[in-house]
């Protein structure tokens, strides 16, 4: 039987070492198999639709359904987006470890972002790629030390919302209204106890908001009420960027950029489909579209605002609560 290769190799980018993965021959014809790990999102059934689907030279084959333990929005979900993925012809493994031996590739789904550190080590202890889903973690400390584990294994991963591929936002990125000089970015923020408040949800508008503005945030500053978060961050180079996290009323995704050349609309959500064809083409290559420093730092800002919550909306340097990890 003829067999696929795979190499690993690393290269850098940024400050931050990005390991990657080479498809260099594909002599076997069968598509590659993607396990999912997590059946407590719609997310799961969402991105295999597309994957199995379109000629994208991968297919879902296996599915491990247990995720979060506790929190019953997620728990309640797992068997019917089980039935829903058997409707699809995937197959239920009986466990994270009986799954990785029958694909080749990981979409980590679970929801509960506590569970992503003990999933991830045994994924990458198998050498298997992996996307991770928001949030990657429950804490900036699980972020690194995921990232870490990677690094030392030589396996690629990354983590992404899917605001931040859509085609308003690179647009954007591919110079609409010029040089970025500011940005206000908008999402849902509900709260869940067993996570960081902004970790659960306001990550999606948060990402938006560095999608937009790039690396090299210093400080941050949040105002909470029960209903609303504005949290405004100070870039190094003198940009500010805020992010509003909705409660009350109607919730959306969105924003307004500033540039040299134009203001536009930013951060709407556009659908899974131009991220799964991310992670595909990762899949193939290897090479990470988001930095290990980027998602770090996203998760040093939210961290950040953490504690600036508890501090009566002091500022709070990202330096700080990276020092900490």
Request: aromatic residues 8%.
């Amino acid at each position: 039987m003829k067999r696929r290769t795979f190499i690993h190799k690393s290269s850098l980018a940024g400050t931050g070492v990005c390991l990657a993965l080479s498809l260099i021959t594909r002599q076997q014809e069968s598509p590659i198999k993607v396990g999912v790990i997590g059946l407590d999102t719609s997310h799961s059934v969402a991105f295999t639709k597309v994957i199995n689907a379109e000629s994208t030279g991968f297919k879902v084959s296996h599915a491990y359904p247990n995720g979060s333990k506790d929190i019953e929005s997620s728990v309640s979900r797992i068997p019917k987006y089980t039935q829903e993925m058997k409707a699809l012809g995937v197959t239920i493994a009986p466990s994270i470890d009986a799954l990785l031996a029958e694909v080749e590739v990981v979409l980590l789904e679970t929801n509960d972002g506590r569970l992503h550190l003990e999933q991830a080590k045994a994924i990458i202890a198998a050498k298997k790629p992996l996307f991770i889903d928001k949030p990657m973690a429950a804490s900036l400390k699980d972020v690194v030390t995921i990232f870490d584990l990677a690094k030392k294994h030589q396996v690629p991963i990354f983590s992404s919302s899917s605001l931040r591929f859509s085609p308003s936002m690179q647009a954007i990125k591919a110079g609409k209204v010029g040089e970025v000089i500011g940005a206000a970015t908008f999402s849902p923020a509900t709260i869940e106890k067993t996570h960081p408040d902004l970790f659960w949800y306001g990550i999606h508008g948060i990402e938006a908001l560095f999608t937009l503005m790039g690396t090299g945030c210093k400080s941050v500053r949040r105002t909470f009420s029960k209903g609303t978060d504005i949290v405004v961050g100070e870039w190094r180079d003198g940009r500010i960027g805020t992010f509003r996290g909705l409660r009350n009323g109607k919730t959306s995704y969105g924003g307004r950029v500033f540039g040299t050349e134009g203001i536009s609309e930013a951060g709407i959500y556009e659908g899974y489909e131009h991220l799964v064809k991310e992670i595909m083409q990762f899949f193939k290559t290897g090479i990470p579209p988001v930095t290990a420093a980027e998602t770090i730092e996203i998760f040093a800002f939210m961290e950040a605002a953490e504690l600036s919550k508890k501090r009566k909306g002091k500022v709070v340097s990202l330096a700080r609560v990276l020092k900490k990890v």
